[in-house]
């Protein structure tokens, strides 16, 4: 079973609707969440930190549930500007001053006019 | 302020060459990472340094990879020989920490590895 688990896509959604993404991980000890979006032939950049109460980035939502080691991303409203791939990325921390990411697959976006 | 650096940005190399993949990390980052992306594979952790010293190496995929970090402004990553099971995207990224709060990773914008 790999660490993070998503659905590969892709979601291919018009203009103006809300899309939702899910992700799984399978450590229980991860203690960090995060959503890095990654466009066509780019690097990955870190999109939002996800944070146990919920957080909110203008038309982003990302929520955490660590009973079920469930992590989410809502795009409301969405752009072209929004096409591209969201990898679900989780850190679990080792020994004091160690610890690395681990991405998960990506999720891809197509927006459509 | 310029981000993390790579270079070669493209490569295309025949079989059995050696390849040297080069990183400049942020400035102040004491963190660096190095990453291997594929389409069946996704993003692959293969080593990362903490202060010029390797930490973990298990993503290394064998002894044909090497990594050096000699200074904290200076990586390499080293293939030899070179496979065309080895043509992917290499990614260099850096993190001012790995604590909580302080641990967003950076990359670089890639290593367009092709071996034929």
């Known amino acids: 079973r790999k660490e993070v688990e998503q659905d590969p896509g892709p979601f291919n959604v018009p203009e103006g609707a809300t899309v939702a993404f899910n992700c799984t991980y399978s450590n229980s000890a991860s203690q960090s969440f995060f959503w890095y979006r990654q466009d066509c032939r780019k690097e990955p950049k870190l999109l939002m930190s996800v944070y146990s109460s919920g957080n909110e980035d203008g038309r982003f939502t990302a929520q955490l549930n660590r009973a079920s080691q469930y992590i989410s991303l809502l795009i409301r409203d969405s752009k072209l500007s929004d096409s591209a791939t969201y990898l679900c990325?989780?850190?679990?921390?080792?020994?004091?001053?160690?610890?690395?990411?681990?991405f998960g697959q990506g999720t891809t976006l197509q927006v459509k006019p | 302020d310029a981000g993390v650096i790579q270079s070669p940005r493209h490569e295309v190399t025949e079989m059995g060459q050696e390849v040297t993949l080069r990183c400049k990390p942020i400035?102040?980052?004491?963190?660096l990472f190095w990453y291997r992306q594929t389409m069946m594979r996704g993003l692959e952790l293969l080593i990362y340094?903490?202060?010029?010293?390797?930490?973990?190496d298990s993503g290394m995929p064998e002894d044909r990879f090497s990594a050096k970090m000699p200074n904290a402004s200076f990586s390499t990553l080293k293939i030899q020989p070179s496979e065309p099971r080895d043509s992917a995207v290499y990614f260099c990224?850096?993190?001012?920490?790995?604590?909580?709060?302080?641990?967003?990773?950076?990359f670089g914008p890639g290593t367009r590895l092709l071996v034929l």
């Open positions: 990325v989780v850190n679990t921390h080792g020994s004091s001053n160690t610890g690395k990411l681990i």
């Open positions: 990224a850096s993190s001012l920490d790995a604590l909580t709060g302080r641990e967003t990773q950076y």
């Open positions: 400035s102040g980052h004491d963190y």
């Open positions: 340094f903490n202060n010029n010293v390797p930490i973990d």
